[in-house]
């Protein structure tokens, strides 16, 4: 069964998920970390539950989600993994760093590899479905984990809202789309973990979002 460990961080409130299962494989979702504190907190979690760090996993590329991908690498090891669109198309890390006021990744960061839609990633017995979710950005993705009914969609679909689409690339009616055709097409009951804030339901979501009606 996986486990969900969530690191709320760095000054934008970004929501860092931790998953792993009984044998100990873990995989991180959108490592924003952005002090000495924080990656403390990660590794220590890490250790003490002796894991071992898989992949680092990307929603999407935006600054404020990959602050912590320099420390994964020099402590674990691993780049991050994230959509072919994103990657092709956005801004260098260190660019939007110095757009964002974000001056902590100074350096461009390299990515393993490109995920795609019907891509599985795994670790342990557990499994993740990327879903491509454009609109926020290009190559937004989320991460469905069928065996818990849980998916981690990054900054498309909010508590009650949706993403910003006036960054690089964004879309409002691309990611109105995605959300229906993707997201919303979910079962019901699954659990919405979100880039930035509570989470929530695909029911609670259908019938109450404003901005899907």
Not at 169 to 198: A, N
């Amino acid at each position: 069964m996986i486990h969900i460990k969530i690191f709320t961080v760095n000054s934008f409130g970004e929501n860092c998920y931790l998953l792993y299962d009984e044998t100990k494989e873990a995989v991180i979702i959108d490592c924003g970390c952005s002090s000495s504190e924080e990656e403390n907190e990660i590794s220590t979690f890490i250790t003490h539950h002796q894991l071992t760090l898989k992949h680092h996993l990307c929603t999407h590329v935006h600054g404020d989600h990959l602050l912590g991908a320099p420390f994964l690498y020099k402590k674990y090891g691993i780049l991050p993994e994230a959509g072919t669109k994103d990657i092709l198309q956005m801004p260098g890390i260190r660019q939007q760093a110095l757009l964002l006021g974000l001056p902590r990744l100074s350096e461009d960061i390299p990515f393993k590899r490109e995920l795609h839609a019907g891509d599985c990633v795994k670790f342990g017995h557990s499994e993740l479905h990327v879903l491509e979710v454009p609109g926020h950005s290009p190559g937004s993705l989320a991460f469905y984990a069928p065996s818990i009914k849980a998916v981690f969609v990054g900054d498309a679909l909010f508590a009650g809202c949706i993403g910003r689409t006036d960054f690089w690339g964004g879309s409002h009616e691309q990611l109105i789309k995605s959300i229906r055709e993707e997201l919303l097409t979910l079962p019901g009951e699954t659990t919405v973990y979100p880039g930035h804030g509570p989470k929530t339901t695909i029911e609670y979501e259908k019938l109450h979002n404003p901005y899907l009606h």
